[in-house]
């Protein structure tokens, strides 16, 4: 049988077990331990707790129940000496999918008791709220696809705009080049008609509206 670069040994769960016991002891919470043996096994603190919870614990139980015992004493001890407050053990997180097929491996080398395989219930519980994290995942990617493709519509619409608008803006630059250059060409005519008509001795000024008259001699 071929065995996964990163299964877990059986000096693995022993560092996971001992440490755990060390901070249960000492009135630490599980969650510390199972970073400390993360950092150590370049793993991470919900791989451990998984591991801890689904194989190394089932073998351990008694020396458990012994640290926590030792726990409450201690405890004890300090409460009379200044009062320490109790901690409540930590719940490890649900591990990923990729960290579920990491911790069900069994230990490369085999303890001198069996270890208890991962329930099936645990796997269904875990593929469940593996699932549905999966179908609001895709829900967001669907969400996000159509938010872009809007925002790309909206863009397109923006050019289309900006373009028509330049163009307008230019059509309107045109036109009033355009009237003042009739305005300079009909003032220019007035002017060549009021010549001529001075000289051959009539006389004509502009009303108020622009037009030509004709003064009475």
């Not at 001890?77 to 960290?99: C, D, F, H, I, T």
Request: with cysteine; proline share 4%.
């Amino acid at each position: 049988m071929k065995q996964r670069q990163d299964a877990w040994t059986e000096e693995d769960d022993l560092l996971l077990a001992e440490t755990v016991l060390r901070h249960v002891r000492e009135g630490s919470t599980q969650l510390n331990a199972f970073e400390e043996v993360g950092d150590r096994l370049n793993r991470t603190s919900a791989a451990c707790g998984f591991r801890w919870n689904a194989v190394v614990r089932h073998r351990y139980e008694e020396a458990l129940q012994l640290a926590k015992k030792q726990r409450k004493e201690r405890q004890r001890l300090l409460a009379k000496q200044g009062g320490a407050k109790k901690r409540r053990l930590y719940e490890p997180p649900m591990p990923s999918l990729e960290e579920l097929g990491e911790v069900m491996q069994l230990p490369a080398v085999i303890p001198s008791s069996p270890p208890q395989q991962v329930t099936l219930d645990q796997v269904i519980a875990f593929l469940k709220t593996f699932q549905s994290h999966e179908r609001k995942r895709e829900t967001l990617i669907k969400e996000n696809k159509r938010l872009r493709r809007e925002i790309e519509e909206l863009k397109q619409k923006n050019k289309e705009l900006e373009e028509k608008v330049a163009k307008l803006e230019e059509n309107s630059s045109t036109v009033q080049e355009d009237f003042e250059t009739l305005v300079k060409i009909i003032n220019r005519a007035r002017k060549m008609v009021l010549k001529e008509e001075e000289e051959r001795g009539l006389t004509f000024r502009m009303d108020p509206n622009g037009n030509l008259e004709k003064i009475a001699e």
